[in-house]
């Protein structure tokens, strides 16, 4: 069982580039989520989606932008890095509603912007 | 507005003693609350989930957590910690009107003891 797999798991970027991370799920989930986690601190969402062609922003959605082309998947990209988002990012995907139903994430992507 | 504390960073026990990690919410609406356990290099992994049904809450490898509305608390509790219980704990809570929205706490280190 696959669960949520994240792609790539480490990256190193300059200032200024460019790059997205892909999550895949193959539980047929209709929400999936970005979330950044911080030494010291709780995750922060980022963005997350409903269902498949939608988006909505989360808590810190500034220098980030997503797609849900297809319902298991889910694309976080950096438009220019900046060493501010040096940070360890999330995937999850629920099947329901948060408040309702439980989030499965995946093992993360450690991203260094030098 | 949610809002979640855990009032402990760290928690230091015994192998075979009690655990007990704190977690208190504040929430304008009847909230979901769950806690989730993250090892090194791992995401997060559901340990168990209170929904608005039974107030004391049992949840995977022998954890449990009572939710007490009175003192706006979800503590997770453990009879006898484990070598293998050695992790970072997070409480989250969610509102029914948030449909992609969870808030995570800074989480607790939790280090057993031999």
């Known amino acids: 069982n696959a669960g949520v797999t994240q792609t790539p798991k480490f990256r190193v970027l300059k200032t200024g580039q460019s790059m997205t991370l892909l999550c895949a799920q193959d539980?047929?989930?209709?929400?999936m989520y970005w979330y950044r986690q911080d030494p010291g601190m709780g995750l922060r969402l980022i963005h997350y989606?409903?269902?498949?062609?939608?988006?909505a922003k989360g808590e810190v959605p500034d220098g980030y932008n997503v797609s849900r082309l297809k319902k298991q998947n889910f694309l976080l990209g950096l438009e220019s890095a900046a060493p501010s988002q040096t940070s360890v990012y999330f995937c999850?995907?629920?099947?329901?509603?948060?408040?309702?139903?439980?989030?499965?994430f995946g093992d993360g992507t450690r991203l260094s912007i030098l | 507005a949610q809002s979640v504390t855990q009032l402990d960073s760290h928690v230091s026990v015994s192998e075979g003693t009690p655990v007990l990690l704190r977690c208190n919410y504040s929430?304008?609406?009847?909230?979901?609350l769950f806690w989730y356990v993250q090892h090194p290099n791992k995401g997060l992994q559901l340990l168990l989930k209170y929904t608005s049904a039974a107030t004391l809450v049992k949840g995977i490898n022998g954890f449990e957590a009572e939710f007490k509305k009175s003192e706006t608390s979800f503590h997770l509790t453990k009879p006898s910690a484990h070598m293998s219980d050695a992790a970072e704990y997070f409480c989250?809570?969610?509102?029914?009107?948030?449909?992609?929205?969870?808030?995570f706490g800074d989480g607790t280190t939790l280090t057993v003891k031999p």
């Open positions: 539980m047929n989930h209709e929400y």
């Open positions: 989250v809570v969610s509102e029914g009107t948030n449909a992609g929205k969870s808030t």
């Open positions: 999850a995907s629920s099947s329901g509603t948060v408040s309702l139903r439980p989030q499965h």
């Open positions: 929430s304008s609406y009847s909230p979901s």
């Open positions: 989606s409903v269902g498949e062609g939608t988006t």
